[in-house]
């Protein structure tokens, strides 16, 4: 029986002299490249809170931490509406979303919202009740202040108490709770000052009224720019918020709006 010799599948490597040397040339191999059809889909991350239903905060991308094993190690959500810079800090805070929602909620715009917190802590969770204060948290309200203004907002809209893990005064400490106290306090601010001839309210506004209280928050809101700021603030209080005793109306506004950046002129009430 004939058998028939298999042809080898070694390449064969020719040697070409040249110039007394001798070089090898190695075979070309083909290569595929798969390209997928079209670029994969933008995640639209959406942040579910009991009892809140469905809310899809405005995003432009979202990225995960994977680790080796493949699970979710942490997500991290980049957001790209026009809120303003003071908006963008409250949403870098884990909080920050959710106090969004309950400031909305209530009527109340965010980014006056955002304003707030920003110049009272840096949107930071800090706690700094002492014996003599118990004006505490992101929003820094006292607890007098915080339990009649979050009473007041979950009488207006009783499906906030869903969100609400502790109505009690320790959960003042939890930002996304004290931002729905801050947010009836800032609209409360809003009404005050519309009775008094300011048509629609912004954050600058209402700022002395948060700081200060309803009167003096109120005479602030109307003063001219030339107005000594001690018409309004006692001495002592105007030492513990960094006011200079012959500082004016006017020099006090731009102090605060430099803070609050472009939420300054943001309208408190949502339209």
Request: glycine share 8%; with cysteine; aromatic share 6%.
């Amino acid at each position: 029986m004939l058998v028939k010799k298999r042809r080898s599948t070694l390449h064969r490597w020719k040697v070409l002299p040249a110039l007394g040397c001798s070089f090898l040339i190695y075979p070309a191999l083909a290569q595929t490249v798969n390209v997928p059809a079209g670029l994969p889909p933008t995640v639209n991350a959406t942040y579910q809170e009991v009892g809140m239903g469905g809310w899809t905060p405005p995003t432009s991308s979202t990225t995960q931490q994977i680790s080796g094993s493949g699970s979710v190690v942490s997500t991290t959500t980049t957001s790209s509406d026009s809120g303003t810079d003071a908006l963008q800090s409250m949403y870098s805070q884990s909080w920050g979303y959710a106090a969004a929602q309950n400031a909305s909620a209530l009527g109340v715009n965010p980014d006056a919202l955002a304003a707030t917190c920003v110049v009272e802590s840096g949107c930071r969770n800090v706690y700094t009740a002492n014996s003599n204060s118990s004006i505490t948290g992101a929003f820094q309200m006292s607890n007098g202040t915080y339990n009649e203004a979050l009473q007041k907002a979950l009488a207006s809209n009783p499906s906030l108490a869903s969100t609400i893990t502790n109505t009690g005064i320790s959960g003042q400490q939890d930002p996304a709770t004290q931002a729905v106290a801050a947010a009836q306090y800032l609209k409360d601010a809003a009404t005050t000052l519309q009775n008094a001839g300011i048509s629609n309210p912004t954050a600058l506004d209402a700022r002395a009224y948060y700081n200060f209280g309803p009167t003096a928050g109120q005479a602030i809101a109307r003063a001219t720019d030339d107005t000594p700021m001690s018409e309004f603030v006692s001495a002592s209080h105007m030492a513990s918020n960094g006011i200079s005793s012959n500082e004016t109306v006017g020099q006090w506004r731009a102090n605060v709006a430099s803070k609050m950046g472009s939420a300054a002129s943001s309208p408190i009430l949502s339209s």
